[in-house]
């Protein structure tokens, strides 16, 4: 064969060699694994993180920048007293099974969500609502007996989505949607399985094919993961000391964003000795929120002094307000009658952040005489039942990160057991404003209470240290909700 009869055979061989195929399968790592996978009727933020956007969609959705996005209701209108909403939902959507969607599905899911047997996390979502009509398939008209200032973002919330009467009894095992991904197995203590929904109603939007949820609850054994490609992504990495050498490493993304998480120390106000503010003025006297940053993770993180995010534009720096003051927390002990020790115990979550932070305030703690011993707590079945049902504790630790939820602090039943009527009405009022500037500062009034008043140790905002592939785009950096939303996530070759 000649050499210019080789040259066109190479090339010819060359031309027709298929395109390198960007990859469609993505592996996301989490440290909890969900107890279930239906929002609707249970706490845990690990089932928000896997199944919202993925598998459940609301009438609207938070969008990364925290800002509302129509979803299943195309257009909305309200009426000039705040108390109608009228939503106009998009046709042709079909839950996974097969079945349509249509505005008889929210009314079933809302009604359902308010009756008052439901368990759902966040029932005060529906709490001021009267009526839900159904003029038409595509139409729900909402009324509501009372104003609520931050109604449509609390429909983006996870606590909200739309699930049919048909299926929504299995869905904590066996989930159904109308999102762009369909479940598809459960391996418990391992992964979750999801697969691209074939009959999406927004064609195209997903470029993945199958999407995997694995639980790695060691944070060691999360870096190993991601540095070995058994993990494309790992959104809450809880490895910070690690964090800045994926910062280094070309082969991956690191981002360190924020999230809505206020990490607090909950104390049982009920109970002594935290029924008196002297003893919790004087624990919160004896932390050093920088300090504490610094060695439970690495320096990420913002110090806070009440319960709001400070990404909230009606958030107000309080940290002064209680600021670290050994000798101060020694003499309201002191005056309290505890001069001469104090024993108490903490039930810590097995996740690192809790972990580091509870033994790093016990060292400052016994600085000023109060000994506190640790309990660990598996997280979330044990926690939840001893400490969030059953409120059997002295102090606790765990990371709020659901947005803009200063008002647990005004429900009764809540664990920390906390009781003020000035700040539960203040909280009920700012709920009723629709005027923005107004409720902002009924917030701001909202947050100092707390500050003073002290019913939980406020530590600092979890940073969310984002570890992903450098070929992935479309991760989110921040976590304007708990979500791990995965919808527009795509390989570039």
Do not use: C
């Amino acid at each position: 064969m000649s050499k210019r009869i080789l040259a066109a055979a190479l090339l010819l061989s060359v031309s027709v060699l298929p395109a390198y195929a960007a990859k469609t399968s993505l592996v996301v790592g989490m440290p909890i694994e969900p107890p279930g996978l239906d929002p609707t009727i249970a706490a845990p933020v690990a089932i928000r993180e896997v199944t919202l956007a993925n598998l459940y969609e609301g009438l609207v959705r938070i969008d990364r920048n925290g800002k509302v996005q129509p979803l299943l209701a195309k257009s909305w209108e309200i009426s000039p007293d705040g108390l109608t909403y009228t939503f106009r939902l998009q046709e042709g959507v079909k839950f996974h099974d097969g079945t349509t969607f249509d505005s008889a599905d929210v009314k079933f899911a809302f009604d359902r969500a308010r009756d008052p047997k439901s368990t759902n996390a966040q029932k005060q979502i529906f709490a001021p609502i009267v009526s839900i009509e159904t003029p038409d398939p595509a139409t729900v008209v909402i009324k509501l007996k009372e104003t609520s200032g931050n109604f449509l973002t609390y429909l983006g919330w996870g606590d909200a989505v739309i699930v049919a009467s048909e299926t929504a009894a299995g869905n904590a095992a066996n989930p159904v949607g109308t999102g762009p991904f369909k479940f598809k197995s459960w391996t418990r203590g391992d992964r979750v399985e999801l697969v691209k929904n074939p009959d999406y109603w927004q064609k195209d939007k997903t470029k993945l094919e199958s999407v995997t949820f694995r639980f790695i609850s060691d944070s060691q054994a999360q870096v190993a993961a991601v540095r070995a490609g058994d993990v494309d992504a790992f959104p809450n990495l809880a490895a910070p000391e690690l964090f800045a050498e994926f910062q280094k490493d070309s082969r991956f993304k690191a981002v360190a964003g924020n999230t809505e998480g206020e990490t607090v120390a909950g104390m049982n106000n009920a109970k002594k000795p935290f029924d008196d503010v002297r003893v919790r003025r004087a624990l919160m006297h004896a932390i050093d929120r920088k300090a504490l940053i610094e060695g439970a993770y690495s320096g990420f993180g913002t110090p806070i002094g009440s319960f709001f995010s400070p990404n909230n534009p009606a958030y107000v720096d309080t940290t002064n307000v209680i600021p670290y003051d050994p000798a101060k927390a020694k003499a309201l002990l002191a005056e309290a009658g505890y001069g001469n020790g104090l024993s108490i115990t903490i039930k810590s979550p097995q996740m690192a952040y809790a972990s580091r932070s509870a033994e790093l305030m016990a060292a400052m703690l016994s600085e000023v005489g109060v000994e506190m011993k640790i309990i660990p707590t598996e997280f979330p079945a044990k926690w939840i039942e001893e400490v969030f049902k059953n409120k059997d504790y002295d102090v606790t630790i765990v990371s709020h990160t659901e947005p803009l939820d200063i008002d647990i602090f005004a429900r009764d039943s809540y664990y920390f057991n906390y009781k003020n009527d000035k700040f539960k009405a203040l909280i009920a009022d700012a709920a009723k404003t629709t005027d923005e500037k107004a409720r902002f500062a009924k917030y701001a009034e909202a947050q100092k209470i707390l500050a003073e008043d002290v019913p939980a140790l406020f530590l600092f905002q979890l940073p969310k240290l984002g570890v992903w592939n450098a070929k992935l785009q479309g991760m989110w950096e921040n976590s304007p909700i708990p979500i791990n939303d995965v919808t527009e996530v795509s390989w570039t070759e």
